[in-house]
T-cell receptor, first 113, second 114 residues
Framework: GAVVSQHPSWVICKSGTSVKIECRSL??????MFWYRQFPKQSLMLMAT?????????EQGVEKDKFLINHASLTLSTLTVTSAHPEDSSFYIC?????????FGPGTRLLVL | EDKVVQSPLSLVVHEGDTVTLNCSYE??????LLWYKQEKKAPTFLFML????IEKKSGRLSSILDKKELFSILNITATQTGDSAIYLC??????????????FGTGTRLAVRP
């Protein structure tokens, strides 16, 4: 099956700093990856669709200047949370859909102090 | 390593049929099991189950958890074409101090034919 990895698995940072999260497809190429955010006891919320070689598509209400997405290769998408604040603390999950089945990464827990 | 297995991987039925989707899990320090429906984009939340034997119901969908046998089922009665989607099962496990880590199954793709 397809494997999606994320790094780091958890991160703690100070308010005002930027944090980069990587999402990699390990055994397939992904022209599209999805970034989700999940707050405790809530559903996954799609933040943006990452497109290889072009701009990401952001969902309504998601600040593109705050959540920078780069999809520079067919196996790597990065999400950078710029000037992170405590309200950005959440669980961030990426996924890819190479064979018409959604494969999720294990997630990254972000805690902003 | 936490593990969530869904079956079947895919299913084709006709409108009006009843379907049962399965989710079994092997995790350390189980906390909750969640079902999602995913169509084009973001999975949408269906149910969260934490206690054994208590059925949760929403319209034609219902779900129940068996914590002894480590599985859950999602039932859909009188299926409609709009039920066609991928149904995801996810388990929240681990110590509370480690955060709300979710382990997802790969999903069951359901196709409902007219």
């Amino acid at each position: 099956g397809a494997v999606v990895s994320q790094h780091p698995s958890w991160v703690i940072c100070k308010s005002g700093t930027s944090v980069k999260i990587e999402c990699r497809s390990l055994d397939f190429q992904a022209t599209t990856m999805f970034w989700y955010r999940q707050f405790p006891k809530q559903s996954l919320m799609l933040m943006a669709t990452s497109n290889e070689g072009s701009k990401a598509t952001y969902e309504q209400g998601v600040e593109k200047d705050k959540f920078l997405i780069n999809h520079a290769s067919l196996t790597l998408s990065t999400l950078t949370v710029t000037s992170a604040h405590p309200e950005d603390s959440s669980f961030y999950i990426c996924s890819a859909n190479p064979f018409e089945t959604q494969y999720f990464g294990p997630g990254t827990r972000l805690l902003v102090l | 390593e936490d593990k969530v297995v869904q079956s079947p991987l895919s299913l084709v039925v006709h409108e009006g049929d009843t379907v049962t989707l399965n989710c079994s899990y092997e995790v350390t320090n189980f906390r909750s099991l969640l079902w999602y429906k995913q169509e084009k984009k973001a999975p949408t939340f269906l149910f969260m189950l934490t206690s054994s034997g208590i059925e949760k119901k929403s319209g034609r969908l219902s779900s129940i958890l068996d914590k002894k046998e480590l599985f859950s089922i999602l039932n859909i009665t009188a299926t409609q074409t709009g039920d066609s989607a991928i149904y995801l099962c996810a388990v929240e496990a681990g110590e509370k101090s480690s955060g709300d880590k979710l382990t997802f199954g790969t999903g069951t793709r359901l196709a409902v034919r007219p």
